[in-house]
């Protein structure tokens, strides 16, 4: 490895009101770290970001000190014989080009031949994950129930769609940010309908789009998608809780709901989960999924920044809406 190498860090510099903005984030130079006896030296080749990293930044991320992420690397020195040098591993201390890690903090990925390393990141990694669980786990989606996704031109929406359709979804409806991803999620991931939030009160839009309602919402948004949904699910209706993206950047009170005694008038379920809590589920995850990868009929969902110098600029893009499916960054000449 090259003595003269430098390693780079993000920090996080200050905590956000609102919006944040690349001045909340700092990039730091150090040497690349030495592997101790029992770790292993990883150099960094995909990064996830994603929107639980915004509420993280409010208080979960310690000040200037590296932030945590999904994160594929190659192992380039080793001092175990749990992690080979060459073999590329899985593990969370993104956010940085370089990182040493224990055999308990990073796992070796499967290679599938003909799926793209970066999909352990998307529809095969904790995104693809959250949407599988989601479905069997806490939604317990039979074959032709019908589902409303918000969000779903992101990392968690596409994979919902996807691992929707091939598990028979009846009627499958989507909310997104703009009418391109709209036009997107229904002519390629397989939505029936999909309409842009902005053009008009949530409410109206759903149940126009599913006009004889829901058995299912997966929420990513919370606030008004949610008041919506609670209005359009059937009896024994269920909601799985997965993020609140309307809350990350507010600085208001939180949108108060005027719709929850439905919740028990239709013997409504809501409930929320924490993907960590369901590891033990990745591997059905991938027999579900790999085949249809490798026959094509399931296809990728990201978009991939170029250059970890691009990580901030590429988070602060995924919460103003600017990526289409997982949005993950690449090292600068990393191949697939």
């Known amino acids: 490895m090259n003595s003269d190498a430098t390693a780079l860090t993000v920090h996080q510099t200050a905590r ?17 770290p030495e592997p101790a006896p029992g770790t292993a030296l990883v150099e960094n080749l995909y990064w996830s970001v994603d929107p639980y990293h915004r509420e993280m930044m409010d208080g979960d991320f ?35 080009t370089h990182t040493v890690v224990t055999p308990e903090e990073a796992r070796p990925v499967p290679r599938f031949e003909g799926v ?11 995104t693809g994950l959250t949407a599988y669980v989601g479905l069997t786990r806490v939604a317990e989606l039979r074959e032709g129930q019908d589902l409303f996704v918000s969000a779903a031109a992101g990392g968690v929406g596409t994979a919902t769609g996807r691992l929707a359709r091939l598990m028979g979804a009846g009627r499958l409806v989507g909310s997104a940010g703009t009418a391109a991803k709209a036009a997107y999620l229904t002519e390629h991931i397989g939505y029936d309908e999909v309409f842009d939030y902005h053009a008009g009160p949530t409410a109206d839009l759903l149940a126009k789009a599913a006009p004889d309602g829901i058995d299912v919402y997966m929420d990513n948004v919370g606030g008004e998608h949610l008041e919506a949904a609670i209005s359009s699910l059937r009896e024994y209706g269920r909601i799985v809780r997965i993020g609140t993206l309307a809350q990350y950047n507010a600085t208001g009170a939180p949108y108060a709901l005027r719709n929850l005694p439905d919740i028990v008038e239709k013997s409504l379920r809501m409930e ?15 027999e579900f999924v790999v085949p249809h990868l490798q026959s094509g009929r399931v296809g990728l969902d990201e978009t991939v920044v170029e250059g970890f110098d691009h990580i901030v600029d590429a988070f602060l893009g995924m919460l103003r809406g600017e990526n289409r499916g997982k949005m993950i960054v690449r090292a600068s000449g990393a191949g697939s």
């Open 16 to 32: 956000p009101h609102g919006f944040p903005t690349a001045d909340h984030f700092a990039f730091v130079e150090s040497a690349v």
């Open 116 to 126: 793209p390393l970066s999909a352990h990141l998307s529809i095969l990694g904790g």
């Open 62 to 96: 310690a000040l200037h000190a590296p932030l945590e992420g999904r994160t594929l690397g190659r192992v380039v020195a080793s001092r175990t014989p749990a992690l080979a040098e060459g073999e590329i591993v899985f593990h969370r201390q993104g956010w940085r």
């Open 272 to 286: 929320g989960f924490l993907v960590s809590n369901h590891r033990d589920v990745q591997e059905e995850l991938y």
